[in-house]
């Protein structure tokens, strides 16, 4: 039994994100084809892991439940031969029910990842703008300025459980052979990089497929809690993304909160995904007309930075 089951803690889905400032003289396509490279290989590197970690998992029950039926064969003093097959399967199933409760959750390695280039978000509305110049503000202090030819880009990464986060950095750092050229590119590449490791507190709607995509649009609103309890801040602020997703359209929403001292920037983040730029600015228009509870108004019109992306893939 892993610690999360014995303890009725869930597992909890996680989203590893790095924003990343394009190094001026890089091409745009080359740094996009680098970094769709990149997302490529780490899916492709999970997948292996995961193939690898089930044909283990396979072998280990397979092993101790044939070792289990010659113990039984020499308790018994008399060998098992007729039902051979049927005590091993009776064996190995009795081995898959108890290692269930310690079963890594989902695939080892990432679920799913998508990148984006951060874009202005016009806004109309005085509140609007200044969401928006709050959010240019944000990437400032994270040393994202945005400069002629250096794009700033975002990578998320989507995985469950504190085990896959150690699988992700196994693959990018020490997995044999991984980014021998691709990892050193992207280093030379980009000038700035800043990570930061979230909790999902709550999420609605499908992310589409990697081929569907490209130049969706993503608005990501950053935002710190007032003085109050946790509890109920989070409770009204993840209803506040169910009428602002209805709002907009959004194909995806979802609240996250940033883990114990894992990045900078503020400790929220309601991430909505639409399929254009109106369905985003719809999203913030009713997110901003929220009057009650004040704590929820307050946070977003005053606590709040917009930072808007086009993904691409």
Avoid at 187 to 197: G, I, L, N, Q
Avoid at 238 to 260: F, V
Avoid at 283 to 298: N, Y
């Amino acid at each position: 039994m892993n610690l999360s089951s014995a303890l009725s803690i869930p597992v909890p889905a996680i989203a590893y994100t790095i924003l990343h400032r394009k190094r001026s003289g890089v091409p745009l396509d080359d740094y996009a084809g680098t970094l769709r490279t990149i997302h490529e290989r780490i899916a492709q590197e999970s997948a292996a892991l995961a193939a690898e970690y089930r044909k283990a998992r396979a072998e280990t029950v397979a092993r101790e439940s044939q070792v289990l039926r010659g113990h039984l064969s020499q308790f018994l003093a008399t060998p098992i031969r007729s039902d051979n097959a049927e005590v091993q399967r009776i064996l190995s199933e009795g081995f898959e029910r108890s290692l269930g409760p310690a079963e890594l959750e989902g695939s080892p390695g990432i679920g799913s990842s998508y990148e984006g280039i951060v874009v202005t978000a016009t806004l109309k509305s005085a509140a609007g703008k200044r969401l928006v110049q709050d959010g240019k503000n944000l990437l400032l202090e994270l040393g994202m300025e945005s400069r002629k030819g250096e794009e700033v880009f975002e990578s998320v990464y989507l995985l469950r459980g504190g085990a896959s986060l150690d699988i992700l950095e196994h693959v990018v750092r020490d997995r044999p052979g991984m980014y021998a050229v691709t990892h050193d590119k992207i280093v030379v590449e980009s000038s700035v990089a800043v990570s930061a490791v979230y909790n999902l507190l709550q999420a609605k709607g499908e992310i589409p497929p990697r081929e569907k995509r490209a130049g969706m649009m993503e608005v990501a609103l950053h935002l710190s809690k007032p003085e109050m309890p946790y509890g109920p801040f989070k409770q009204e602020m993840a209803a506040a993304a169910d009428r602002a997703m209805a709002a907009g359209r959004a194909l995806h929403g979802a609240l996250w909160q940033r883990k114990l001292g894992l990045g900078r920037g503020r400790e929220f983040v309601l991430r909505f995904l639409c399929d254009s730029p109106a369905g985003c600015e719809a999203i913030v228009q009713t997110l901003l007309e929220i009057k009650e509870p004040v704590f929820v108004k307050e946070s977003l019109a005053e606590r709040t930075a917009i930072v808007m992306k086009q993904l691409l893939f």
